[in-house]
């Protein structure tokens, strides 16, 4: 069993004493929307482990190399778009392994992925 735990179980007050930064500096960041920790239906927040390597994230991005939050905020944008591409880059390299794997007639291994005014074709060597 996995000690990594994804629940929200950790109160603002623990995470800020672990984290040495003040509570304040949490509520900041969830106003920001650098951050969403889970609340329960009394309106307590809650961190998962998952929120505090993000905040350990937000906290080496402003303290070692000086980010403001804005420019904090402008990086995360930019981290999900690239996690978004890359996981549409595995789906379309799996579907040019499946057809690579499964035949393609003798053709060179190319896919067309999307069709739109812009194509996108995969190749693989």
Avoid at 50 to 78: C, F, P, S
Avoid at 97 to 108: A, C, L, Q, V
């Amino acid at each position: 069993m996995s000690s990594y735990c994804e629940e929200p179980v950790h109160l603002i007050s623990n995470v800020a004493q672990m984290l040495d930064i003040h509570p304040q500096t949490l509520r900041q960041y969830e106003r920001e929307g650098l951050i969403i920790p889970s609340r329960t239906n009394g309106k307590i927040r809650l961190y998962s482990q998952i929120d505090i390597d993000e905040i350990k994230y937000i906290l080496q991005l402003t303290r070692v190399l000086g980010i403001n939050i804005a420019g904090v905020k402008m990086i995360l944008e930019q981290n999900q778009i690239i996690s978004s591409m890359q996981d549409k880059i595995n789906v379309y390299e799996k579907k040019q392994e499946d057809i690579t794997r499964y035949g393609n007639g003798g053709t060179k291994n190319a896919l067309v992925v999307q069709k739109t005014s812009f194509d996108i074709v995969v190749f693989k060597e």
